[in-house]
């Protein structure tokens, strides 16, 4: 007899809560399993969804959701939640001036959503999303996506019918966001965690006073190198962070800029699509840059650093998402559709990389990944 859907409904769910039985009382320490329970939640959502149901709430109504939580932002009225005790509306229109309509109204999307709490009528309270959205730099993300990307994602559709469903190859940039991408990593493991810098790079650097160990090129206001170079086993050589002239300006302008000069960090400024000036450096490091470009542009990004390289000695490391194959996951999926809108840029899977760095002359050595499989170090040399 052929299973019937509530069968097969009650069959998912004891895998699942087998695959929970498994999981470390801090379930963030394992993540392989924590993204494979994700899944299968998803997968157990979408069985008890009708098309319709799922038509509605992740293509038709899904922008909504975002708006919805940058008009709260910028309302203030997510700061009047901050001390985490519940608030009413009224309290929130007293605090902001907003009308108590339309607060209710909004409202109803994010406590829908758990972006805000609800503890009765009108009353609210903020929850993990909503003090992760009060963090500067997650705040300009949504502006910034709620903005910038937005338009551009409108307007995919009719860029692409007028030009016969190519993939866009114009290099647009987009506006400076700093605080965004000095944020937008955490709650991943820092590339130090992904990758073993002290054996592969620290202890096999060349005995030089002058000898580099690493340049972090586009690597904005240093928070990479800074955070580096915290560790005294990581300072066995000069640490160099290149950008734009402008961007290094805002280094300087930065709270934290004396961390700079206290970690012996130099600044350099340089231009990626120009060639590299610093040659033999022991590791070159690129942090999502290249998905801000199409292959043409990061062709070019990979010569002019692959032409400063030592031959068995210097690394090109690449610090991005590295999609699977096949069975890409939601995000991203997303981030991928995100870049192509913004920058025409992508994000690559594993066999798009191999090709990409191949074509410059480089041979990925091994792609060091997390347990979820997309943070990603890409560890290349030069080709022999």
Known sequence: MASSARDSLVLSIKSLLAQVEKLPDN???????????????????????????????????????????????????????????????????????????????????????????ERGPQTYLATRITHTLLDPGWANGL???????????????????????KVPQDVKTGAIFNSYMTTRKQ?????????????????????????????????????VLKEFAKDPAHRTGRLILQDLPATLADAD???????????????????????????????????????????????????????AMREGYSKLLIDELV??????????????IHMMAIESGSERTSTQWHDLLRSSGLQIEKIWSTDSRMESVIEAVLAE
């Open 187 to 223: 709650g991943t493991k820092a590339w130090t965690d992904i990758y073993p810098a002290k054996s592969n790079l620290c202890n096999r650097i060349e005995r030089s006073k002058d000898a580099v160990l690493l340049v972090d090129i586009g690597g904005g206001v240093g928070q």
């Open 27 to 117: 379930i963030y320490e394992d993540e392989a399993g924590r993204q494979d329970l994700r899944k299968q939640i998803r997968h157990i959502k979408d069985d008890l969804s009708s098309p319709v149901e799922r038509i509605f709430e992740e293509l038709l109504l899904q922008p909504h959701q975002s708006i919805a939580a940058r008009i709260a932002l910028d309302g203030k009225w997510l700061e009047v939640l901050a001390d985490g005790k519940p608030k009413t509306a009224q309290d929130i229109a007293s605090a902001t001036g907003a009308e108590t309509e339309l607060i209710t109204r909004i409202m109803m999307v994010l406590t829908a959503t758990n972006v805000v709490g």
């Open 323 to 336: 999609l699977p194959d096949c069975n890409v996951p939601l995000r991203g999926a997303l981030s991928d």
């Open 253 to 307: 302008a930065d709270a934290d800029a004396g961390a700079l000069e206290e970690q012996g960090i130099e600044k350099m400024a340089y231009n990626f699509f120009t060639p590299q000036p610093v040659r033999g450096a022991k590791a070159y490091y690129l942090r999502a840059i290249m998905h801000d470009w199409p292959n043409r542009a990061c062709h070019e990004i990979s010569n002019n650093t692959a032409s």
């Open 143 to 165: 502006r910034f996506c709620s903005e910038l990307v937005a338009r551009s994602m409108v307007n995919l559709p009719g860029y692409f019918r007028r030009n016969g469903y």
